[in-house]
């Protein structure tokens, strides 16, 4: 069989030439009834088909929503939208020609919008992913948190656990030396000759055991700067665990505080700070590890 398909140039001179032109700008109108659903819109035309004179105007037919299939000229067009898009063999009923500068104007701003709703979607698909991410760390750091929260509640209890032994141990032996019979002196001979203390010798025991004391208690005993640094760390400890609730405070938490109420010296001095903070754990009060400092 003949190709029907051909350009607009290799129609006979008999036959009327074409309505529109190869690169024309035209508006397709939308069919939409029962069997069809064309948008249509306005586009360009790409190429001009001959499709026969009146002895072949039932075939082949079309499928553009003309009645019956059938032409009303000898000619077809192939469209492109401008919104996207092509259509092929649609009869010149459904077509007309429009201004190219419309056009032109048209197709730009239906560019500018589909490129801005390309960028809105994308910047919008950015966001999730970003969303997606913080929240991961959210709940990854949740997790991390509440891991060694449950470590250092198990260390403090065992450690409540072994001080509460030691002190029952305490007692037990406490009660035990109690109940032990004191020794019964040892009666003096009358028989014996007896001796005289010697004086020297009684005074040198008493100035040693009065130095030993002397450096026992110097050795032991805080100095008042030490007991104004332990008393501000201690209120600064109970201020941040009323607030945030937990048995856990970071060293570098602990200084800023000390700086918003004023006490900047404490705050710089490392080793007053280090000091304070052996002493609370001297006295079973905290229990430093790591920087964090654990509320018994």
Known sequence: MEKRDRSCFEAPGTV???????GEFVTVAPRKHPGFNKEGGAG????VNYEGGSESQK????????????????????????????????????????????????EL???RAKVTQQRKEEKAEIERKKEEERQRMIEERKRK????????????????????????????????????????KQQRNPLAPTQRPNILTENIRQEQKKSTKDTSSMTSEP??????????????IARIEKEERTG????????????????????????????????????????YRAEVIWII
């Not at 009327?16 to 190869?22: D, S, Y």
């Open 16 to 22: 009327p030439g074409p309505r529109f032109v190869l």
């Open 109 to 111: 701003l239906a560019k």
């Open 59 to 106: 075939y082949p037919l079309l499928k553009d929503g003309s009645e019956g299939g059938l032409r009303t000229t000898d000619y077809t067009y192939n469209v492109k939208y401008v919104l996207g898009g092509s259509e092929k063999r649609v009869d010149a009923q459904w077509i007309q020609s429009k201004d190219p500068l419309k056009v032109n104007r048209e």
């Open 248 to 287: 856990e405070i970071e060293l570098e938490k602990l200084k800023d505080d000390l700086t918003k109420q004023g006490e900047e010296y404490l705050a710089t001095n490392e080793s007053l700070i280090e000091s304070a903070i052996q002493y609370l754990q001297d006295e079973n009060r905290i229990m």
């Open 44 to 47: 360009k035309i790409t190429k």
């Open 145 to 184: 948190r509440a891991e060694a929260r449950a470590s250092s509640l198990a260390m403090v209890k065992k450690i409540r656990e072994k001080l509460q032994a030691e002190k029952r141990r305490g007692k037990q032996n406490k009660s035990a030396k109690s109940v032990t019979r004191k020794k019964p």
């Open 223 to 236: 100095t008042p700067q030490m007991l104004k640094a332990v008393k501000i760390l201690t209120k600064s």
